[in-house]
């Protein structure tokens, strides 16, 4: 089966056609990032304009690069939730549009499940139950995937995402949008111990939740306090030191969580999954546990077509298609479809 799949969620236009859930036929990506690093971030009207103008030529270069004509398309999905609204809007017409006029079912992905999807065209030996950690720009979660289509999370950010922290950081330290790129890449040239006091806070009522706008706030007073006293800091171990606090917290709080849930195969995905050192002390905590450990292509670790492609197979066999009047939502819960 043949899924033609969008992703407008934010800031990249993404077109893809996958297999049967698995083999990813081909994928196009359209990033918006270096209009968007003007501002500092994503300027919801402008992504919205952008998805307007490219979505039908990431359209066009997936069917070249497969070498599949529309006719050889058995359904279409998109993602229609949770992401900016103006965006996802853009990539949900279009598909309904094709849906409407070659007659093909329209199959709603949200775009979370499509992160946990892009560890299938990464790893084809891996299938549910497994333990995930979702991380991006919007989002820190660790989810029970039972099986394809039903998903649990089992603890969350309280305040901000982890990517969103990166990202704040950066912008504190002067780097460009977004920022946790760019943290990863010069942590390799600071001190990861300089800055030992970096807050790693436990959140009342559950043990499992995060909370992440303390680190921010630390270097925002860090970097203050250095400026009153007419001192500067050294932004490479700053970086170093957040990029280690924070993969700290999250790897560890993981392990303690799958541990004390008897979880013994774990994976991770989302845009911070790309996190040079999240990936390695992963692999390193799992092998010492002899817990199995997955993790996306570097190229499936930001949002992609693909993954809403993947997952879309997995709704489509369950029945999870919709009629062509389903609307876009700004958020929603991964267990809700
Ligand atoms: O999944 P994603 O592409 O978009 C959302 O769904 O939000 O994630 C984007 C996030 C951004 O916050 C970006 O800074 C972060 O992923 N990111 C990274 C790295 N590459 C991307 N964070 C840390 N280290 C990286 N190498
Ligand atoms: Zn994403």
């Known amino acids: 089966m043949k899924i033609l799949a969008f992703e407008t969620s934010c800031d990249d236009t993404s077109a893809s056609i996958v297999q049967d859930g698995r083999k990813v036929l081909s994928s196009c990506v359209a990033s918006q990032i270096s209009e968007h690093t003007l501002y500092g971030g994503v300027v919801p009207e402008i992504a919205s304009r952008r998805h ?6 990431v ?19 998109a993602t229609y939730a949770p992401g900016l609204i103006g965006s996802l809007l853009v990539g949900l017409n279009f598909a309904k549009g094709i849906c409407l006029s070659k007659r093909l079912p329209l199959i709603p992905v949200h775009h979370l499940r499509g992160h946990v999807a892009s560890l299938y ?6 299938s549910p139950p497994f333990l995930c950690m979702i991380v991006s720009g919007g989002h820190t979660h660790i989810v029970d995937v039972r099986n394809y289509t039903e998903m649990q999370v ?8 982890a990517g969103e922290t990166f990202d704040k950081v950066a912008r504190c330290l002067g780097l460009p949008y977004p920022g946790g790129m760019y943290i990863d890449k010069i942590s390799y040239k600071g001190n990861p111990c300089a800055y030992e006091n970096i807050p790693r ?11 992440f706008s303390g680190i921010k706030t630390f270097v925002i007073n860090t970097i203050n306090n250095a400026k009153n006293r007419g001192q500067e800091i050294n932004i490479e171990d700053m970086a170093a030191s957040v990029r280690f606090a924070i993969v700290d917290y999250m790897v560890s709080k993981f392990i303690m969580i799958a541990k004390e849930l008897g979880y013994k195969k774990l994976a991770i995905c989302g845009g911070v999954s790309a ?12 092998k010492k546990l002899e817990f199995k450990f997955f993790m996306p292509k570097l190229e499936y ?12 197979y997995y709704e489509y066999i369950n029945g999870n298609i919709s009629n062509l009047d389903i609307n876009a ?8 479809r």
């Open 275 to 286: 996190n040079t050192l999240f990936r390695d002390t992963m692999k390193k905590e799992c």
């Open 52 to 57: 307007c103008e490219s979505i039908k030529k």
């Open 329 to 336: 939502f700004s958020s929603k819960d991964i267990s809700l």
């Open 121 to 126: 065209i990464s790893n084809i030996d891996l």
């Open 201 to 211: 806070p436990e959140v009342e009522g559950s043990k499992y939740d995060f909370s």
């Open 154 to 161: 089992l603890a969350r950010t309280r305040d901000d995402a």
């Open 301 to 312: 670790c930001g949002d992609n077509a693909a993954m809403i492609g993947s997952q879309g």
């Open 59 to 77: 359209c066009k270069e997936v069917f070249k690069r497969a070498c599949v004509n529309i006719e050889d398309i058995d359904a279409v999905s």
